[in-house]
């Protein structure tokens, strides 16, 4: 007869994790932060180089807005630099219209870039 409290249990099956499990554990979350690591930094690179690119977008409409407002007749080619953008922009005679393509040249992580621009301006007085 055994009494109460007294008894003695059989030991089961022990709860928890074995050290195999905690290694393997550990080694796939290292890998997913690493790999959330590298991706931080490549949307941080491509962030960067589309504010570059849209500082050269805003740089060329200004461009076309400047030239725009100036006589058809009095327009012609040219050059400029500012905040590390390189402009480069030719004037072509068109029957009644203006083209201007300006060149754009700015600085990312990988080199330099180059993007033209086009933009027609229509000129009445022109042959």
Known sequence: MSRRGTATATPGPRRGFTLVELMVTIVLLTVGMLGMAGTTAMMTRQIGGGARMALA????????????????????????????ITEVWTVTALPRAVQIT????FATTRGQRTHAYRSLIPCPDLP
Do not use: I, N, W, Y
């Open 57 to 84: 977008a805003t740089a060329a409409q200004a461009r076309f807005e400047t030239l725009r407002s100036a006589d058809c007749a009095s327009l012609s080619a040219g050059s400029a630099s500012a905040r590390g």
């Open 102 to 105: 300006d060149t754009v040249k």
